[in-house]
């Protein structure tokens, strides 16, 4: 049973995919080699110890949810699965997680083993945490990658986790960036119109469940740690904060809590994001005085490397995402959907494909432009490639093909103006308005309906001729 970080490290290490790395620097190593670890075929999860300036224990866990078994494992679905596995079980699960959310309140407990060490208001010191600077042109160190940011609405009492990205601008302040329009944005702006401090707590440490819950899109006034409870089985364990009174993690490594006060802010950033760029810039952010520092003994920070994709949060991403939008299209009526695949190397957001086996004239063209559009999907999209059912949508160099063989550029691509853009787009940044639009194209890259069973055969191995040679030669074959 995994019930904390602890738990998680130690199922992974029992399966031989976990490398324990002593020695490497706070400043751009730790980020540099999780940023390397992850662009190899089998990324194992790294565990940072002895960290330069800091006492051998206080470690720091990254590259957590970036294959398909450490996924599968974390959302209690069972390791050995494939990119495509992963996707189909999870498409059954996020209606009938939220569904049980609201039979899982976290349970309150008076204390947990984040209470080992307690500091308070002018003990506080989160420079003791080993914070990495992830990239060489971060304009700090960010204890916040991999966290869950908690706030509450001062009006119903729903309780909001979300992942924000939080640097440390003093020994007891952090800037924490929440884009508008942001579950913990809404929060924080009730409070402030009530001319109130808004109450906030942040999570460093936790089982990576959280982490990726805090990273997706869950239903409105779904709280995740109702929703981590409905996913674990059971519920998750809690301590009232004494500064806040908000529900925190009591099997944690490390909690601060405090206060946002209307018209605190500080300068933050740039950050290197998940896209891929220093698109955030630099600018003033809201400020959490943390009043309260809960941490067990040999704390461990939650890390996630922000890069050039593949990067830690970009497959967790893509399989969540793939499976919602594969049953958001079916809910809006398309027929004849066979695969879903947001790509990672899009940031799980701007590049998708949907594979379908064709039923009627038109079928591509309404499956890019449902998919394009359906929630999971619309936001900061750019690319919807639609492929025929004979095309793996995880398989980017058989997509392409399948562009450059059956996608005449004049035909086949039509063009969305006026969609949902981000923030954190790097070409909104660079040429966008004020207001975040953005353009996108659906690219339809299956057989034309009507030449379809004229159209020229694969030239391909047969399934069965695959099989047999794949069992006479496995030697061979291996990997």
Not at 235 to 246: D, R
Not at 446 to 455: L, Q, V
Not at 456 to 471: F, G, I, N, T
């Amino acid at each position: 049973m995994i019930r904390d970080l602890r738990d998680w490290i130690a199922a992974v290490e029992a399966r031989g995919d976990l490398c324990r790395v002593d020695g490497a620097h706070w400043d751009l190593e730790v980020g540099g080699l999780t940023e390397l670890n992850n662009r190899r075929r089998r990324p194992p999860a790294l565990l940072f110890d002895r960290i330069p300036d800091y006492p051998a224990g206080h470690r720091v866990l990254t590259s957590s949810v970036v294959t398909p078994s450490r996924l599968g494992l974390t959302l209690r679905l069972g390791a050995g699965l494939t990119d495509r596995d992963l996707v189909q079980r999870v498409r059954a699960k996020p209606a009938e997680w939220a569904a049980a959310a609201k039979g899982f309140d976290p349970r309150v407990v008076a204390d947990g083993p984040v209470h080992a060490r307690i500091r308070r208001g002018p003990d506080v010191d989160l420079t003791a945490l080993p914070a990495p600077r992830w990239h060489e042109g971060d304009g700090g160190r960010y204890l916040g990658t991999a966290c869950l940011v908690l706030t509450r609405d001062p009006e119903t009492g729903w309780v909001n986790g979300g992942s924000y990205r939080a640097m440390i601008a003093g020994p007891a302040a952090l800037t924490v960036f929440i884009l508008p329009g942001k579950h913990g944005r809404m929060h924080l702006e009730k409070w402030w119109a009530m001319g109130r401090p808004a109450p906030m707590a942040i999570s460093l440490g936790h089982d990576p469940l959280l982490a990726v819950l805090a990273g997706i899109e869950i239903p409105h006034e779904v709280s995740e740690l109702n929703y981590a409870g409905a996913v674990m089985g059971e519920p998750l364990e809690v301590f009232e904060g004494e500064i806040t009174g908000l529900p925190l993690p009591a099997a944690a490594e490390v909690v601060a809590e405090g206060f946002c006060h209307p018209g605190d802010v500080r300068p933050e950033g740039p950050f290197g994001e998940y896209l891929g760029y220093f698109s955030g810039g630099k600018g003033p952010q809201t400020v959490l005085t943390v009043e309260a520092l809960y941490q067990r003994d040999d704390p461990i920070l939650l890390g996630a490397k922000m890069s050039r994709p593949p990067n830690d949060i970009s497959y967790f991403s893509a399989v969540i995402r793939s499976a919602l939008a594969f049953n958001q299209l079916e809910a809006a009526g398309v027929p004849g959907v066979t695969g879903v695949w947001n790509h990672p190397l899009g940031g799980a957001r701007k590049f998708l494909v949907v594979a379908i086996k064709q039923l009627y004239p038109g079928h591509a063209r309404q499956a890019g432009v449902v998919a394009g559009q359906c929630r999971a999907a619309a936001q900061a999209g750019r690319f919807v490639i639609v492929v025929d059912d004979d095309i793996d949508p995880t398989d980017l160099e058989a997509v392409m093909w399948a562009v450059v063989t059956r996608a005449d550029p004049e035909r086949d691509i039509e063009i969305l103006r006026r969609a949902w853009g981000s923030q954190a787009d790097p070409l909104h940044a660079t040429f966008g308005s004020p207001v975040p639009f953005n353009t996108r194209a659906i690219i339809d890259a299956t057989r034309p309906y009507e030449h379809r069973d004229a159209f020229p055969l694969v030239a391909e191995l047969s399934p069965d001729l695959r099989a047999r040679l794949q069992a006479r030669f496995a030697t061979l074959l291996a990997d």
